[in-house]
């Protein structure tokens, strides 16, 4: 994918106030995420759209989102994104009451940091 391509969509991603994503702009989101090998786009989309599930309590949606974007983080070598998405992986266990699992993605977190 061409530079100016990516740089326009990161820009249009960011547009997206999560908490604010209608049924129509999630499906745009999740279209774009689906569509792209850029992992940077890839990164950005399983975040906005993990948020989004964590923030209207549809976690498990959540964490595949954040799972998304932890893989994604991966394979940029970005340490910090990567613990990032840890930490969003760890507070979706949270929110589902599955507090070992959020203990063990929060310890992993630190070791990046």
């Not at 994104?81 to 992993?108: C, M, T, V």
Request: charged share 20%.
């Amino acid at each position: 994918m061409n530079k100016l391509l990516s740089v326009f969509l990161l820009f249009f991603l960011s547009i997206f106030s999560v908490n604010l994503l209608s049924a129509k702009n999630l499906d745009s989101l999740k279209q774009v995420c689906n569509s792209t090998d850029d992992d940077g786009i890839i990164y950005s989309c399983g975040y906005d759209i993990g948020m989004h599930y964590n923030d209207v309590g549809i976690y498990d949606s959540a964490l595949v989102y954040f799972n998304k974007s932890l893989n994604a983080a991966i394979r940029l070598n970005d340490p910090g994104k990567a613990a990032g998405s840890l930490n969003n992986i760890a507070l979706a266990h949270y929110n589902l009451s599955e507090y070992e699992k959020a203990l063990d993605f929060n310890l992993k977190s630190l070791k990046i940091r």
